[in-house]
């Protein structure tokens, strides 16, 4: 009944900075963990970054200090500001969650469709 929502990708210069957000709509779940994960082209998908429904987070070390994730529990919304953009940073970015069924207690993963973020000269 949930699905996730990317928004906020799209071609930046080196150096620059871009605010991606993940929007979970629908009913009928709990969501703990979310996060971000990464695939450049003619790579495997990797983890950007995370954070627990506490607000406990980890990041990639090749993004630490320069993005940054956060959480709006009541809105069900998870966001990674992205700063000193590299061209290596470019992919296809993926927000994920950890997601309990209220009704059923089952848990499993959503993805979300994916936003480009493009870093190039």
């Known amino acids: 009944q949930v699905q996730l929502v990317e928004s906020g990708g799209g071609l930046v210069q080196p150096g620059g900075s871009l605010r991606l957000s993940c929007a979970a709509s629908g009913s009928g779940a709990e969501i703990f963990a979310m996060g971000w994960h990464r695939q450049a082209p003619g790579a495997q998908r990797s983890l950007v970054a995370a954070i627990t429904d506490g607000g406990s987070t980890v990041y990639a070390d090749s993004v630490k200090g320069r993005f940054f994730i956060s959480r709006d529990n009541a809105k069900n919304t998870v966001t990674l500001q992205m700063d000193s953009l590299k061209p290596e940073d470019t992919g296809v970015y993926y927000c994920?969650?950890?997601?309990?069924?209220?009704?059923?207690?089952?848990?499993?993963?959503?993805w979300g469709q994916g936003t480009v973020v493009t870093v190039s000269s």
């Open positions: 994920n969650a950890g997601v309990r069924d209220t009704a059923t207690y089952r848990r499993f993963e959503l």
